[in-house]
Nanobody
Framework: QVQLVESGGGLVQAGGSLRLSCTPS????????MGWFRQAPGKEREFVGF???????YYANSVKGRFTISRDNAKNTVYLQMNSLKPEDTAVYYC???????????????????WGQGTQVTVSS
C-alpha cells in the first residue's frame, strides 16, 4: 500500500507562486508516474499535469506555461511549482501515483492507483 503525503498549499494573492510537494511512503517514487489533479467546490476533479517515470510531462491547457511538475527520485518527492496564480486556480490539489505504463498521457482519475489527501490552494484577487 502506498500513501501519498502532500504539503505546500496555502493562501496567495493573484500573480503569486506556490510549490506543492508530494511524497509516497512505503514505495520508492521511481516506481510510479505521478499526476496532479485539482477540485474546486461544486466541480469535478480535473487533470492538471503528470510526469512519467522517465521525466516526460504533459499539462492541461489551463496551466500550461504557468505550472511545472518535477520529480526528485533521490528525495522521493514530486513537486508542482505554480506561478502566475489566478483566482480560478483555487481548489484542493491532489497528487496521484500510477503503477501502469500508459502509451498516452494519463489524464483520467481512473488512470491512477493511489491518491493523496489533498491540500488547499486559495488565490485571492
Amino acid at each position: 500500500q502506498v500513501q501519498l503525503v502532500e504539503s505546500g498549499g496555502g493562501l496567495v494573492q493573484a500573480g503569486g507562486s506556490l510549490r506543492l510537494s508530494c511524497t509516497p511512503s512505503g514505495r520508492p517514487l521511481s516506481m510510479y508516474a505521478m499526476g496532479w489533479f485539482r477540485q474546486a467546490p461544486g466541480k469535478e476533479r480535473e487533470f492538471v499535469g503528470f510526469i512519467s517515470r522517465g521525466g516526460t510531462y504533459y499539462y492541461a491547457n489551463s496551466v500550461k506555461g504557468r505550472f511545472t511538475i518535477s520529480r526528485d527520485n533521490a528525495k522521493n518527492t514530486v513537486y508542482l511549482q505554480m506561478n502566475s496564480l489566478k483566482p480560478e486556480d483555487t481548489a484542493v490539489y491532489y497528487c496521484a501515483a500510477s503503477g501502469t505504463t500508459y502509451y498516452r498521457s494519463p489524464v483520467a482519475v481512473g488512470d491512477y492507483d493511489y491518491w493523496g489527501q489533498g491540500t488547499q490552494v486559495t488565490v485571492s484577487s
